[in-house]
Nanobody, 115 residues
Framework: QVQLVESGGGLVQPGGSLRLSCAAS????????MTWYRQAPGKERELVAR???????TYADSVKDRFTISRDNGKNTVYLQMNSLKPEDTAVYYC?????????WGQGTQATVSS
């Protein structure tokens, strides 16, 4: 079955960096768009970045020029490189894909930006 497993979260100071990973299994990873979402306490889940199977990327305005989404189809993994982190980037980050009309989510990884 489809599985998405995020990793790489942690505590970082403002201005620092984190690299999140999402390891996928159970489907033909290279054929599907992958998306990172995040949810901060008391807020709705929001789209952060998306990469299509062809490598086209889109970003939320709040993370443009700071975050980079990429994929390694040989490793069935999608990454989110997060630079110049701000306290408002603190959230649980989730990996997502849609296959045959059904959405799949990972368990999430916590990223906390604080001094």
């Amino acid at each position: 079955q489809v599985q998405l497993v995020e990793s790489g979260g942690g505590l970082v100071q403002p201005g620092g960096s984190l690299r999140l990973s999402c390891a996928a299994s159970g489907f033909t990873f290279s054929s599907y768009t992958m998306t990172w979402y995040r949810q901060a306490p008391g807020k709705e889940r929001e789209l952060v970045a998306r990469i299509t199977y062809g490598g086209r990327t889109t970003y939320a305005d709040s993370v443009k020029d700071r975050f980079t989404i990429s994929r390694d189809n040989g490793k069935n993994t999608v990454y989110l490189q997060m630079n110049s982190l701000k306290p408002e980037d603190t959230a649980v980050y989730y990996c997502n894909t849609i296959r045959l009309g059904r959405e799949y989510w990972g368990q999430g990884t916590q990223a906390t930006v604080s001094s």
